[in-house]
């Protein structure tokens, strides 16, 4: 007789936590595989032929877990996809200039230790209901305030580029960028005033919400 249970795959290349997740999964009833890159991944749904992934988005070398949310979007619309990952919201975990899929849901790889609330986004995500999923609200995500163009900014500035390779990036002028910058520091609540660089300052705030440094 075929089982009734629901097929789930885990793609998480942190072992600790692949376990910790496959352990939880199969205590509520699923049928669970694991993958810890995205081309072990494509093998095992291949053979699996899951319902939903728990996917994280960074995988080590190769490609990432966007790259695979998006394979999976155009040939495999039937799985659903619920990212995984430290990133604050959908917008920094975009890998590669891919912005992961509307389709996908999002859940802050911390929350993944309340069981109760990991489960309940795996349903919503199975129901359909991605958006339900996206932690967009300052309660998960310090930078909801910033429009996409404030952020991608601050992406930039993180990671070192001076104003007059922001604005060539941005499609804009050095100028312009210098003003944009004063703004992004008032929505940040950084003084320009003082002993401290409002870059530095700014730098700070980005790598302390995706939980890591630049040198990582």
Do not use: C, W
């Amino acid at each position: 007789m075929a089982s009734t249970k629901r097929r789930l795959v885990v793609v998480e290349d942190e072992r600790l936590v692949q376990d910790l997740l496959v352990h939880e999964l199969l205590r509520a009833g699923f049928e669970v595989k694991a993958a810890s890159s995205s081309s072990s991944a494509r093998k095992v749904i291949e053979e699996f032929d899951p319902d939903i992934i728990l996917l994280d988005v960074d995988l080590g070398p190769g490609p990432n877990g966007a790259h695979l949310a998006h394979l999976l979007s155009t040939t495999r619309p039937d799985i659903a996809v619920l990212i995984l990952t430290k990133y604050p919201d959908a917008r920094s975990a975009a890998k590669d200039g891919l912005q992961l899929p509307a389709t996908v849901g999002f859940l802050r790889k911390h929350l993944v230790n309340d069981t109760a609330y990991l489960l309940t986004a795996i349903e919503k995500v199975l129901a359909d209901r991605p958006g339900e999923v996206s932690q967009s609200s300052a309660e998960f995500n310090p930078f909801a305030q910033l429009s996409d163009r404030q952020f991608q900014l601050l992406q930039l500035l993180a990671e070192g580029f001076v104003n007059a390779e922001i604005a060539k990036r941005m499609s804009t002028s050095a100028k312009s960028v210098e003003r944009h910058l004063d703004h992004l520091y008032q929505v940040l609540e950084i003084p320009t005033q003082g002993n401290i660089n409002p870059r530095v300052a700014a730098a700070r705030k980005y790598f302390e919400a995706i939980g890591t440094g630049p040198s990582n």
